[in-house]
């Protein structure tokens, strides 16, 4: 069975430009997260959503940071305009139900902002 | 004070030896716990769930949960070479975001 799917699996850009990350969950989980993971903070959640609806964005950093997910097999996280403090290794993740079940991730994109 | 803390680590052990690995959380309330392994450049990968008090055995793992304590452990028998990695504890707390640990990097010496 396909994992989850994110792509690009590394991204180099300049500040100030656009960058959008994407993510294919596996089908059939209703929940996907979106994770920052730096040396410094750890893994951190971004936001999560339950059948393609958002339920929490209170970890988003700014407002230059947004996430959709316009069907149950794909969502993007975007930030614009970037900057190099945004550089880290963003993980997307899925599950099936909520609590009691375990998260299973992409292999991550790689992002470094000059 | 950090929602789920780990030993830091970093610990090494001889092939062959038990790795022992411990966890504490805050809240309370938490249900559902997590080990996922890490290996360097890769994403989390989910090793072992537990969620009533006791011991959990899969092979050469066991997690070990006490509620009572908010204490979770995970032990690594037989240590491998390939068990070299960066080990995460994860915790899903009443408002059922997981909350993940800082992480152990654990290094078996051949």
């Known amino acids: 069975d396909a994992g989850v799917i994110q792509s690009p699996r590394h991204e180099v850009t300049e500040m100030g430009q656009e960058v959008t990350l994407r993510c294919k969950p596996i089908?059939?989980?209703?929940?996907l997260f979106w994770y920052r993971q730096t040396m410094m903070r750890g893994l951190e959640l971004l936001i999560y959503?339950?059948?393609?609806?958002?339920?929490?964005d209170s970890g988003m950093p700014e407002d230059r940071f947004s996430a959709k997910m316009p069907n149950a097999s794909f969502s993007t996280l975007k930030i614009q305009p970037s900057e190099p403090r945004d550089s880290a290794v963003y993980f997307c993740?899925?599950?099936?139900?909520?609590?009691?079940?375990?998260?299973?991730f992409g292999d991550g994109t790689r992002l470094s902002i000059l | 004070q950090k929602e789920v803390e780990q030993n830091s680590g970093p610990l090494s052990v001889p092939e062959g030896a038990i790795a022992s690995l411990n966890c504490t959380y805050s809240?309370?309330?938490?249900?559902?716990f997590f080990w996922y392994r890490q290996y360097s450049g890769k994403s989390p990968e989910l090793i072992m769930s537990?969620?009533?008090?006791g011991d959990k055995e899969d092979g050469r793992f066991t997690a070990q949960l006490n509620k009572a304590s908010q204490y979770v452990s995970l032990l690594i028998r037989d240590s491998q070479p390939s068990d070299s990695a960066t080990y995460l504890c994860?915790?899903?707390?009443?408002?059922?975001?997981?909350?993940f640990g800082a992480g152990t990097t654990v290094t078996v010496r051949a």
């Open positions: 993740a899925s599950s099936l139900g909520w609590s009691n079940q375990p998260q299973h």
């Open positions: 089908s059939g989980h209703d929940y």
């Open positions: 959503f339950n059948n393609n609806v958002p339920i929490d």
């Open positions: 809240d309370r309330g938490s249900q559902s």
């Open positions: 537990i969620y009533s008090n």
């Open positions: 994860a915790v899903n707390g009443q408002d059922y975001k997981l909350s």
